[in-house]
């Protein structure tokens, strides 16, 4: 993690919903406008490079767009299939949760993540983006430069709107899942533990050891009203179809990276810690579920990582 630059991993996954929001029906999926020109520019290249395309309209651009669909699919590993199906995912669960009366929603790990400016369900909903400092130091300064950007532009006549929350509220919460008490610092930005709450905790728990994971998850049951729920994926390896081989080279490349892969729990594992914080598991799905739900039929499908929800 470097200083003022949001972290790598956090920087591909808003690249890749990016470009699944330039995609044709029916794989765009979760339309998030504002991903591209939150990654740093040469990641939002190709979703740019992909909007230009399909601008004309053309038979061959769509074909073009889903062969980039399977091709990423096959190069990734299934990953970028993932991204696309899981974001879908998470939001379909937050909206029942709103639905249910969630006042509040908490995403832990937030990255680039922006429901709070995408998601017109939050109208009612504070929601609190809690992740390392470097990360919130970026993103709020991307931000800012985007509003004085959109500023300009309505000025100039220009098609590109500065970002508008669609949450009621929206507070930034930093920090250092290893070293800071998460219960002190959203108490402190104004959690109301006495209302229902939902809480996103997506493409955190494998960079973290496996005691860091079991305190966070109790730390937020503790904090949590009667029917709060939470929305986590773990796992964070392709399905034992995969040779060793190339197992270890999936943990290589995360670890030159700087975001060693720790805590990559089995269903099992992480339904005991969910069990043991005094969470009831409602559902536990992979990509391949959600393709089916979301998708027509196709090949390639890999259960990369599962999201769990769970109520308190």
Do not use: C
């Not at 991993?9 to 020109?37: F, G, K, N, Q």
């Not at 507070?171 to 290893?178: L, P, S």
């Not at 992480?270 to 914080?277: D, I, N, T, V, W």
């Amino acid at each position: 993690m470097r200083s003022h630059r949001p972290s790598l991993t956090s920087s591909i996954v808003a690249a890749l919903r990016a470009l699944y929001t330039e995609m044709p029906e029916p794989y765009r999926l979760a339309p998030d406008p504002l991903a591209a020109r939150l990654v740093p520019w040469p990641l939002a290249l190709p979703a740019r490079a992909l909007a230009l395309a399909l601008s004309a309209g053309s038979p061959a651009a769509n074909a073009s767009a889903r062969a980039v669909h399977r091709g990423l699919g096959l190069a990734l590993l299934g990953v970028s299939y993932h991204v696309a199906l899981r974001t879908r995912a998470i939001d379909d669960a937050l909206r029942e949760a709103v639905a249910r009366g969630a006042s509040q929603l908490v995403v832990l790990g937030a990255g680039l993540d922006s429901r709070a400016m995408r998601l017109p369900e939050l109208a009612g909903v504070q929601v609190f983006e809690v992740d390392h400092p470097s990360t919130q130091r970026y993103k709020t300064d991307r931000l800012a430069s985007l509003g004085r950007a959109g500023a300009g532009a309505k000025g100039s006549g220009s098609a590109v709107p500065a970002p508008e929350l669609k949450a009621a509220g929206l507070a930034r919460v930093a920090v250092d899942f290893e070293r800071d008490r998460l219960d002190e610092s959203l108490l402190a930005a104004g959690f109301r533990p006495a209302e229902p709450a939902f809480w996103i905790w997506e493409g955190v728990t494998p960079y973290l050891t496996p005691e860091a994971v079991e305190g966070t998850l109790r730390l937020a049951a503790a904090l949590s009203a009667p029917g709060s729920r939470i929305a986590l994926t773990y796992g964070m390896l392709p399905d034992d179809d995969l040779p060793a081989w190339s197992r270890r080279l999936i943990k290589g490349v995360f670890r030159s990276m700087g975001e060693p892969i720790r805590a990559p729990l089995t269903r099992d594992a992480m339904h005991a810690l969910l069990a043991r914080a005094g969470l009831r598991v409602l559902s536990d799905e992979s990509a391949v579920d959600w393709a089916a739900r979301y998708w027509p039929p196709q090949r390639g499908i890999r259960a990369v990582e599962r999201l769990a929800v769970a109520e308190r």
